[in-house]
């Protein structure tokens, strides 16, 4: 009847329909871009907060869209989650990024020591290969463990703990680190440090970036502080002035990112500044 076909109308609304497409459209060109290798990896310089040197890089993942353009994680990466495209995405992103430390520390002097970070989702931890596929990664990049830090965010550690947990578990045994990202951001119960196994902390930059905001300035300080009395290294992330270095320095904080000293560049530009900036 009419009135039928008026209700479908109203559950088929052109806005959401318009949604659904998309989103489907997104995730069938997700699936031909991890088949294409269309992504490709910028390295952000991590630096030494006393000195300003870099000691490692964090890799973070771009899309060359054959037709929009480059487009940046935070466009894709929820599709990416959804779909669970995250996995063979996240396994390519390890695999490059621990490629191209061994080729850094094998040709640069100055990068023998250079550390690499990965971002983890809270999806790939439910890929029960997880552990297996970082190993491989870096037994066949040649790489030290230990110089290999997976980066995962405060809600992917309260999400499914014990899933969380056990891979934590398994991760610390191949010897790589783990870092909380966003740290400060979202659910923080401080009681999860003490639970799981990780090596540092990066302070979510709503803090480093409010300088101006009395109260920000000591949750910084707190942050901080806790990394200490944990004896977990402290990252400052988004450091934007020099204000904020000096600040962040004083304050103790180990180690530090953000625009002020780097943006993400390509691995040559890295190569470049390592070069340049820490002559062996
Ligand atoms: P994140 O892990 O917190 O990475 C830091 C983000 O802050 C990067 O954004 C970086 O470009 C940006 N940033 C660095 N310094 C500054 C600064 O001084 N000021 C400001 N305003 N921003 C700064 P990007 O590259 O767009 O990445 C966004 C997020 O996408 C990342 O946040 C991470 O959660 C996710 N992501 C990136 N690559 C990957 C990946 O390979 N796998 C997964 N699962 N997630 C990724
Ligand atoms: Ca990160
Ligand atoms: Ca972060
Ligand atoms: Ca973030």
């Not at 890799?59 to 063979?88: C, K, M, N, Q």
Request: glycine share 8%.
């Amino acid at each position: 009847s009419k009135r039928n076909g008026r209700d479908r109308y109203a559950v088929f609304d052109p806005a959401m329909y318009a949604d659904v497409l998309r989103e489907a459209r997104v995730r069938t060109e997700l699936e031909r871009a991890v088949a294409e290798e269309q992504f490709f990896v910028l390295y952000q310089p991590i630096v030494d907060m006393p000195s300003g040197r870099p000691t490692g890089v964090e890799a973070l993942v771009r899309w060359r869209h054959p037709t929009d353009g480059v487009l940046g994680p935070d466009t894709f990466i929820p599709y990416a989650e959804e779909s669970g495209l995250i996995v063979p995405l996240g396994r390519w992103v390890l695999r490059q990024a621990c490629d191209q430390l061994a080729e850094w520390r094998r040709e640069l002097p100055s990068a023998r020591e250079l550390h690499m970070s990965v971002n983890l989702s809270a999806r790939q931890f439910q890929n029960p290969n997880l552990v297996e596929e970082v190993a491989d990664a870096v037994s066949r990049s040649g790489i030290e463990p230990s110089c290999l830090v997976l980066e995962i965010t405060e809600t992917t550690l309260m999400r499914d703990s014990d899933v969380v947990l056990a891979a934590l578990h398994g991760l610390r045994r191949l010897g790589v680190r783990v870092a909380v990202d966003d740290f400060g951001s979202g659910y923080s119960s401080l009681g999860y440090l003490k639970r799981f196994p990780v090596d540092i902390l990066k302070i979510d930059r709503s803090f480093v970036q409010g300088e101006e905001d009395a109260d920000a300035a000591t949750l910084t300080e707190a942050v901080i502080g806790i990394g200490r009395a944990l004896r977990l290294q402290t990252v400052a992330e988004g450091v934007e002035t020099s204000a904020q270095w000096s600040t962040l320095r004083e304050l103790g904080c180990d180690l530090g990112q953000g625009f002020y000293f780097a943006r993400p560049s390509e691995a040559d530009v890295i190569a470049r500044l390592l070069a340049g900036d820490m002559p062996s």
